[in-house]
């Protein structure tokens, strides 16, 4: 069973040398954070990280009138559409398509070209009607592999925007003037133009 708090005598560190407290009347002991302890990261939506979305705001809203950059996110937009559109629409379709076949031929050449022979002759060879039902489910099966894969490509690789990147370069030598005046020196680092 432990002693209650006023009969636990102060650990060395915690007495003050100069007035010792008498043993009848010891106070309770208050944390204290040790001088160098290392400072934790600010939360989230806390005081202390408005200054860097207020800055990282006033710089995206300077960006946006430099004309060079808005052709730079045009361009670089449309090089992420057409790339993620090839990607999912002409690549994955396209290896699907040759790839389960082969599985299913135990990845014998021979034996996928023999199987197929016989299904592209009876397409040939069917009315009208039924080679397009037919070409209709391969254009539907094409789309939805497609939208499938160009879903899941925005989710995993999405936009990175050249406006946020030069916020990126700007917030962290932004960060790094902050943070000069608070180090041990107590001399402000020079601006770098």
């Known amino acids: 069973m432990s002693a209650p708090l006023s009969q636990i005598p102060p650990s060395p560190e915690h007495a003050e040398p100069e007035q010792p407290a008498p043993a009848s009347t010891a106070t309770p002991l208050a944390p204290r954070e040790a ?31 430099v004309p060079e950059l808005r052709q730079r996110f045009r361009r670089s937009l449309l090089v992420y559409s057409l790339r993620r559109l090839l990607w999912s629409f002409c690549f994955f379709p396209v290896i699907i398509a040759f790839w389960v076949p082969l599985v299913m031929a135990s990845f014998n050449p021979v034996i996928l070209v023999t199987n197929l022979l016989p299904q592209l002759e009876a397409f040939i060879a069917a009315n009208p009607e039924v080679q397009a039902h037919t070409t209709q489910t391969l254009v539907v099966a094409w789309l939805s592999v497609g939208f499938f894969f160009l879903i899941f490509d925005f989710i995993l690789t999405p936009f990175r925007s050249p406006y946020d990147y030069e916020a990126d370069v700007h917030m962290r030598v932004w960060e790094d003037r902050q ?7 107590g001399e402000p680092q020079p601006d770098n133009p």
């Not at 600010?42 to 705001?57: D, I, Q």
């Open 179 to 185: 943070s000069a005046p608070r180090s041990g020196d």
């Open 35 to 65: 001088p160098d302890s290392p400072r934790s990261e600010p939360e989230p939506g806390s005081a202390e990280l408005a200054p860097y979305w207020v800055e990282r705001k006033r710089y995206l809203k300077q960006l946006r009138k």
